[in-house]
Protein backbone atom coordinates (compact mmCIF):
# COMPACT_ATOMS: atom_id res chain seq x y z
CA UNK A 1 0.00 0.00 0.00
CA UNK A 2 1.42 3.53 -0.99
CA UNK A 3 0.55 6.73 0.85
CA UNK A 4 -0.55 9.55 -1.96
CA UNK A 5 0.47 12.97 -1.00
CA UNK A 6 -2.00 14.81 -2.94
CA UNK A 7 -3.31 18.66 -2.67
CA UNK A 8 -6.29 18.03 -0.37
CA UNK A 9 -3.82 15.98 2.16
CA UNK A 10 -0.89 17.27 2.21
CA UNK A 11 -1.10 20.03 5.09
CA UNK A 12 -2.06 16.57 7.33
CA UNK A 13 0.50 14.11 6.29
CA UNK A 14 3.31 16.71 5.68
CA UNK A 15 2.80 20.23 6.80
CA UNK A 16 0.98 19.29 10.37
CA UNK A 17 4.03 16.96 11.44
CA UNK A 18 6.98 18.80 12.77
CA UNK A 19 9.21 16.03 12.79
CA UNK A 20 8.74 15.58 8.99
CA UNK A 21 8.88 19.23 8.39
CA UNK A 22 12.25 18.97 9.73
CA UNK A 23 13.53 16.16 8.04
CA UNK A 24 12.77 18.49 4.65
CA UNK A 25 14.53 21.52 5.51
CA UNK A 26 14.35 22.81 1.41
CA UNK A 27 10.61 23.74 1.79
CA UNK A 28 11.03 25.63 5.32
CA UNK A 29 9.76 29.24 3.60
CA UNK A 30 6.51 26.63 2.49
CA UNK A 31 6.06 25.39 6.09
CA UNK A 32 6.50 28.50 7.13
CA UNK A 33 3.96 30.68 4.97
CA UNK A 34 1.40 27.79 5.68
CA UNK A 35 1.80 28.34 9.17
CA UNK A 36 1.22 31.99 9.06
CA UNK A 37 -1.45 31.13 6.91
CA UNK A 38 -3.27 29.04 9.82
CA UNK A 39 -2.47 31.80 12.06
CA UNK A 40 -4.24 34.36 10.06
CA UNK A 41 -7.74 33.46 8.04
CA UNK A 42 -7.32 36.41 5.28
CA UNK A 43 -3.89 34.62 4.07
CA UNK A 44 -5.67 31.48 3.29
CA UNK A 45 -4.70 31.93 0.06
CA UNK A 46 -1.22 31.85 0.83
CA UNK A 47 -1.17 28.87 2.56
CA UNK A 48 -2.80 26.93 -0.51
CA UNK A 49 -0.08 28.53 -2.55
CA UNK A 50 2.37 27.15 0.16
CA UNK A 51 1.03 23.48 -0.49
CA UNK A 52 1.14 24.06 -4.18
CA UNK A 53 4.95 25.46 -4.45
CA UNK A 54 5.54 22.30 -2.35
CA UNK A 55 4.11 19.79 -4.69
CA UNK A 56 5.66 21.39 -7.78
CA UNK A 57 9.29 21.72 -5.82
CA UNK A 58 9.08 18.16 -4.58
CA UNK A 59 12.09 15.77 -6.02
CA UNK A 60 12.92 12.23 -5.64
CA UNK A 61 15.16 12.68 -3.01
CA UNK A 62 12.12 14.07 -1.17
CA UNK A 63 10.35 11.76 -1.40
CA UNK A 64 12.94 8.97 -0.71
CA UNK A 65 12.97 11.16 3.02
CA UNK A 66 9.59 10.78 2.93
CA UNK A 67 9.08 6.71 1.86
CA UNK A 68 11.75 6.11 5.00
CA UNK A 69 10.33 8.48 7.65
CA UNK A 70 6.62 6.38 6.78
CA UNK A 71 8.05 3.28 6.15
CA UNK A 72 6.14 3.15 3.00
CA UNK A 73 6.01 4.23 -0.41
CA UNK A 74 4.98 7.97 -1.31
CA UNK A 75 3.53 8.76 -4.15
CA UNK A 76 3.40 12.61 -4.86
CA UNK A 77 0.10 14.03 -6.98
CA UNK A 78 1.47 16.99 -8.71
CA UNK A 79 -0.21 19.59 -9.74
CA UNK A 80 -0.40 20.58 -13.43
CA UNK A 81 -0.31 24.23 -13.47
CA UNK A 82 0.65 24.67 -17.31
CA UNK A 83 -2.08 26.17 -19.24
CA UNK A 84 -0.28 24.51 -22.24
CA UNK A 85 1.08 21.37 -22.92
CA UNK A 86 3.51 21.45 -26.42
CA UNK A 87 4.48 17.95 -27.67
CA UNK A 88 6.55 16.71 -30.20
CA UNK A 89 6.53 13.92 -32.44
CA UNK A 90 8.36 11.95 -35.08
CA UNK A 91 5.18 11.85 -37.70
CA UNK A 92 5.51 8.08 -37.93
CA UNK A 93 5.32 8.03 -34.98
CA UNK A 94 2.13 10.31 -34.29
CA UNK A 95 -0.63 8.31 -34.83
CA UNK A 96 0.31 5.53 -32.50
CA UNK A 97 0.59 8.03 -29.73
CA UNK A 98 -1.82 9.93 -30.42
CA UNK A 99 -4.28 7.40 -30.21
CA UNK A 100 -3.33 5.77 -27.40
CA UNK A 101 -4.23 8.26 -25.77
CA UNK A 102 -7.08 10.68 -26.22
CA UNK A 103 -6.72 14.24 -25.62
CA UNK A 104 -7.88 15.69 -28.74
CA UNK A 105 -10.94 16.47 -26.69
CA UNK A 106 -9.11 19.73 -25.12
CA UNK A 107 -8.24 22.53 -27.68
CA UNK A 108 -5.34 22.31 -29.30
CA UNK A 109 -3.07 23.76 -32.15
CA UNK A 110 -0.56 21.40 -34.45
CA UNK A 111 1.64 21.74 -37.36
CA UNK A 112 4.46 20.30 -39.21
CA UNK A 113 8.10 20.73 -40.13
CA UNK A 114 9.58 17.95 -42.27
CA UNK A 115 9.30 14.75 -40.46
CA UNK A 116 8.26 16.48 -36.87
CA UNK A 117 4.73 16.91 -35.94
CA UNK A 118 4.11 19.54 -33.11
CA UNK A 119 0.35 19.85 -30.81
CA UNK A 120 -0.44 22.70 -28.67
CA UNK A 121 -3.26 21.22 -26.28
CA UNK A 122 -4.44 23.91 -23.39
CA UNK A 123 -7.13 23.75 -20.87
Not at 6 to 17: A, K, M, R
Not at 46 to 53: E, F, L, P, R, S
Not at 87 to 94: N, V, Y
Request: no cysteine; aromatic share 12%.
Amino acid sequence: MAITITFQNTDQIVFQDSKLRKLLPDFQQQFQTWALARQTPELKAMGQKAVIDFLSLVEAKHVKIMEEYFNDKVVVDKIDTNVVANHEFHIDEAEKLLNAQPILKEAFFAYREEDRLYISFWR
